[in-house]
């Protein structure tokens, strides 16, 4: 295992590298609130499969910090998406698979429409494609689950994340896997990477410009307009989605065929929360490793 920092245009990105040198490369995009750590016992079996793992701390996160004070703290996911295209090509990765889960799994979609001839396949956890959209449908059940999202539009919720973000995370974690003991060790390890001095604001624009609450940066608008413009995912895709998930109900990810022109699975894991990887990676890695396999090179 080698920890490394990879320097992009706006960041210095701290990722954990490991498995076989000559393996398939794969990076794994961890979620919010959530940080590297999360892969830990996913990475095993991808390393005993062959895979070489690529698991980098987001914008915001852990140790990766932006390189200059005055780069805007962006939570665009257009830019997390560009994050991950610009650190694959400094480590030199010109084809490549991604697992995404939550804001990983949003950076991986919109990574695969961006750069499809780059990914050989994108796995997404706990997360549909076509849900980025402010003016999206959305059912009455799901807008209860993003009470969050609307807390964080608040100067009460602004506060909260930035002034007793280990309780308010702790409380997330509890709420979204229902069936799940959480390990206290597990949390406290994780929980150390939302104290990044740039976490409270990255988290609180990213919520905000999802709904139009922000501004968008002018930057990023080329690319935003791409995703707009041709949402259609050509890139072979996996959709893994815990039957139980309080956070984006499973009807968040059905019925979006039509968004995909490549092979496209979907699968619903009966009794599991938001958190597949971390509750149930036996029933991950039974349907990933074969799509990986089938998808290589």
Not at 197 to 214: C, K
């Amino acid at each position: 295992m080698q920890d490394i920092t990879i320097t992009t245009s706006q960041l210095d990105i701290a990722c954990r590298i490991s498995g076989p040198e000559d393996g398939f490369p794969v990076i794994l995009l961890h979620g919010w609130p959530d940080d590297a750590l999360t892969w830990n016992r996913l990475l095993p079996d991808l390393h005993a499969a062959g895979f070489r793992t690529y698991v980098p701390w987001l914008r915001g996160c852990g140790p990766t910090r932006f390189r200059e004070a005055d780069i805007p703290r962006n939570g665009q996911l257009v830019a997390l998406a560009q994050d991950m295209l610009e650190m694959a090509e400094v480590v030199g990765l010109s084809r490549f698979s991604v697992i995404g889960h939550d804001w990983g799994a949003r950076t991986a979609y919109i990574a695969a429409v961006l750069a499809p001839d780059r990914i050989a396949g994108c796995v997404a956890l706990s997360v549909g494609w076509g849900t980025n959209d402010a003016g999206q449908a959305m059912s009455y059940r799901q807008m209860q689950n993003y009470w969050y999202h609307w807390l964080m539009g608040l100067d009460r919720g602004a506060g909260l994340i930035r002034n007793d973000r280990q309780r308010f995370m702790r409380y997330i974690w509890s709420i979204w896997n229902p069936a799940w003991k959480i390990p206290e060790d597990e949390f406290a390890a994780t929980a150390q990477a939302f104290e990044n001095p740039d976490w409270a604001e990255i988290t609180l624009h990213s919520y905000r410009v999802r709904w139009g609450l922000a501004e968008r940066f002018q930057a990023f608008e080329d690319l935003e307009k791409r995703v707009v413009t041709d949402p259609i995912i050509h890139v072979p895709t996996l959709v893994i989605h815990g039957g139980e998930d309080p956070c984006n109900d499973p009807e968040t990810s059905a019925g979006k065929d039509h968004l995909f022109t490549g092979r496209y699975e979907r699968h619903v894991l009966t009794g599991i929360g938001h958190f597949p990887q971390r509750q149930s990676v036996s029933s991950l890695t039974e349907l990933i490793i074969p799509f990986l396999f089938r998808n290589r090179g």
